[in-house]
């Protein structure tokens, strides 16, 4: 650890030379040591790889299967109808897939160009990629740091790691080495300089200590590097699920073939009839209908801010119940902003500053004049601090250029990191004035007097009591403080160390990074629903616990940690502790994946959310990660599941309203789907063990799956959101994808539905003793309107259909009439009556039929509202 080391130690270790660097044939042989200065690419996958990927699953081989069969029945259609699906899903997976994986090659673009090094004795301008390790790097302002430096030489210099640390202010620099106590986090190796990050102030020298994919960046491209794949619980339901009913279809046909066998039935028609039958268990329009309606939710949320970029992360958002949120720029502005202000020896908040006041008005013009940063509408540079300053006088309509045209600037002392001051020489008509500003403790040291409306006194022991009771108030809020001070002079011609002598204390500033605006309330409405939400963070502790205490986050410092601490605890103790953790703060990027992947082993379904390159490890270690799209780095967008393109953190939450209405209209087509096949299952199943003929012939099946598997089912997946959704705390993950007593009732809705098709068959037969045909199409024709009308009731498990809406639903409406009219079609045109041998019903076996088919509607509501 380079940090804990002198300059000298390091440049000694390293064999390098602070004043000449290397010589151009040692860098030729570190070049094939530790080879060029980049960022190394992931291979990628074949087309042919990423089409296997999306038709290695055991549903997709029971569809194939299913389709072969079909095809030898000389189903041609239903083989086409299940190929095109498997091709949609394919096309869909394989185009998802090929955009997923843009992490590194935008991490890859952060990388500088081009570096000024010290070769062979000379400065000399070098493509960052033939950096050495022992390499002396210059920096200077504006100039992006090449590789991992241990700083050597230091004046003033500041570095903006934000996307690195999370800190939201740049970190002060120097070259002395850090005290070994425990592992440093990034944000606190002060003498370090790291790859990719930005210079904002001052210059340094540093020698390079690591290189390439050594580097931190190198660290979390390694992390993003991985072929890990994050199943969402959805997928690995419906993956047990087709095996499940590929045991199922297995079992059915080998139980037909012996039952066929101990009855002496034709072996040929029942194999044909049990093969149908297992194909009638395989809901072939399953994949389809939540592809479809996966995308067609994502077309909604992009109305709503959110982009998806991979269709399975809209599912995974109804599941989560906890959301790991970066604080800087997710929860809070990214913008430091001037909160409170300490003049006359009071703190008030800065709502209450009032220009007439002349100790607030000098308070005002001495922190915009003593200040390097510019400041428009249009246009903010300098130091985010200075910026915050020229803000509060913005808001009063006075602007630096103006104030600096009345009070011109003839001299300054920059600020230094050992003095923490800053001072400039104003001269304003024919006075000048020295204005310092800086940290409480130097800058009181060196007051004799202070300002206190418009007089000035001497400055006694209890009025700088109360100016440092009235800074640590400010500190206690995890608010940054600066002091301001005065005095005039009579001549700019003084020695330039005297302008920070016998001051005039004027007052304070007190800022910090707000949170943003209906953060607060999105929060309260995350933990109504049962979702819990963190904050991981590299900014220091008590600025995390100060902004996760006013979010309503956390309420005590025992739910606030620090990295390094959380990195030396046990299994045992991340098991025991975790769950009442709700800030952590000072983390790494490694540190942040360690946290989800603890919160993930305790069975959450975890949302990690944040902007920077140091989030996007834990971006991908999440079941869902969602990145700035305003403010995220390219870095954070590529790991990420989602983007949010206001960058707002109330984004999430509507989203998840979403993810769980998308979730419920697929859960309710899988549920009308193998309710129905369960329901032809049982009509062929027990005609068979009652010994009677034939119920349904195998192109029966096959045409009823074709109409209920397509448009209704669909149809149900586009259902109109329930506005109570938010009301019910998030699903568990480890409860199967029918939960409680939802598969009995879904079994019990396959058995209504199979008596009354095995019903209309039997009086059918009674009716008409010498037409099979006849009871064979009464009982068709039941089994898919029967199907079609229980559609209504499968909206709500427990709403009416007249509370939700009959027509509320426009889609399923359509779906139903389009259905009942195909299935007339089908009895009425007498070539398709031919093909599917059935026979034209009377008006009277219409309305039998079709008040047979309400049964399972009825009962179904019948149930819904005694059991609520």
Known sequence: MWFYKSGEQVIEELKSDAENGLTSDEVSIRLQKFGPNKLKDKKKKSILWLLFEQINDPLIYILLAAALVSALLKEISDAVIIAVVIIINSIVGVVQESKAEKALESLKKLSTPKAIVRRNGELVEISSEEL???????????????????????????????????????????????????????????????????????????????????????????????????????????????????????????????????????????????????????????????????????????????????????????????????KTGTLTQNKMTVTKFYANNKLEDISSFNLKNPTQKLLMNSMMLCNDATYSENSKTGDPTEIALLEVGSKFNIFKNNLEDLNKRVNEI????????????????????????????????????????????????????????????????????????????????????????????????????????????????CSASGIRTIMITGDHKNTAFAIAKELGIAQSESQAILGAEFDTMSEDDISERIDNLRVFARVSPEHKVKIVKALKNKGNIVSMTG???????????????????????????????????????????AAIKEGRNIYNNIKKSIIFLLSCNIGEIVAIFIGILLGWQPVLRPIHLLWVNLITDSLPAL??????????????????????????????????????????????????????????????????????????????????????????????????????????????????????????????????????????????????????????
């Open 132 to 326: 050495v390790v022992g390499d002396i790097v210059i920096l200077d302002a504006g100039r992006y740091v090449p590789c991992d430096l241990r700083l050597i030489e230091t004046a003033n210099l500041k570095i903006e790691e934000s996307a690195l640390t999370g800190e939201s202010v740049p970190s002060d620099k120097s070259y002395e080495k850090i005290e070994k106590t425990n592992d440093a986090a990034l944000g606190d190796q002060k003498n370090m300089a790291f790859m990719s990050t930005l210079v904002t102030y001052g210059r340094g020298t540093g020698v390079a200590v690591a290189s390439g994919m050594d580097t931190e960046i190198g660290k979390i491209a390694k992390m993003l590097n991985t072929d890990e794949k994050n199943l969402t619980p959805l997928q690995k339901k419906l993956a047990q699920l087709g095996k499940i009913l590929g045991f199922a279809a297995l079992f059915i046909c080998v139980l037909m073939f012996i039952i066929a066998v101990i009855q002496k039935r034709d072996l040929f028609e029942m194999f044909l009839t049990a093969i149908s039958l297992a194909v009638a268990a395989i809901p072939e329009g399953l994949p389809a209908v939540v592809t479809i309606v996966l995308a067609m939710g994502v077309q909604r949320m992009i109305k709503k801010n959110a982009i998806v970029r991979k269709l399975p992360a809209v599912e995974t958002l109804g599941a989560v119940n906890i959301i790991c949120s970066d």
């Open 414 to 525: 920059p600020f230094d990191s050992e003095r923490k001051l800053m001072t400039t020489l104003n001269k304003h008509e024919d006075k000048y004035y020295a204005i310092t500003k800086g940290a409480v403790d130097n800058l009181l040291k060196i007051c004799t007097k202070v300002y206190i409306d418009g007089n000035i006194l001497p400055i006694t022991d209890k009025i700088k009591s109360d100016i440092l009771v009235g800074s640590d108030a400010m500190s206690d809020e995890a608010l940054r403080v600066l002091a301001s001070a005065f005095k005039e002079i009579e001549s700019p011609d003084v020695k330039i160390n005297s302008l920070e002598e016998d001051l005039i204390f004027i007052g304070l500033y007190g800022m910090i990074d707000p949170p943003r605006e209906n953060v607060k309330d999105s929060i309260e409405e």
């Open 611 to 653: 902007d920077g390159v140091n989030d996007a490890p834990s971006l991908k270690a999440a079941d869902i990660g969602v990145a700035m799209g305003i403010t995220g780095t390219d870095v954070a967008k590529g790991a990420s599941d989602m983007i949010l393109t206001d960058d707002n953190f109330s984004t999430i939450v």
């Open 715 to 868: 149809a149900l997946g586009v259902d109109p959101d329930d506005p109570d959704v938010m009301k019910e705390k998030p699903r568990d993950p480890k409860s199967g994808i029918f939960p409680g007593k939802t598969g009995v009732f879904l079994l019990i809705n396959g058995m209504i539905i199979g008596i009354t098709t095995l019903t209309a068959f039997y009086i059918g037969n009674k009716i008409y003793k010498d037409s099979l045909m006849h009871a064979q199409t009464m009982a068709f024709v039941v089994l898919s309107v029967s199907q079609l009308f229980y559609t209504l009731s499968v909206r709500h498990n427990k709403k009416s259909i007249f509370k939700i809406g009959i027509f509320k639903n426009k889609y399923l409406i359509g779906a139903i009439v389009i259905g009942i009219f195909l299935q007339n079609i089908v009895i009425s045109v007498p070539f398709l009556a031919d093909v599917f041998k059935v026979y034209m019903l009377t008006i009277s076996d219409w309305f039998f039929v079709i008040l047979l088919s309400f049964i399972p509607l009825v009962l179904n509501e019948i149930f819904k509202s005694i059991r609520f």
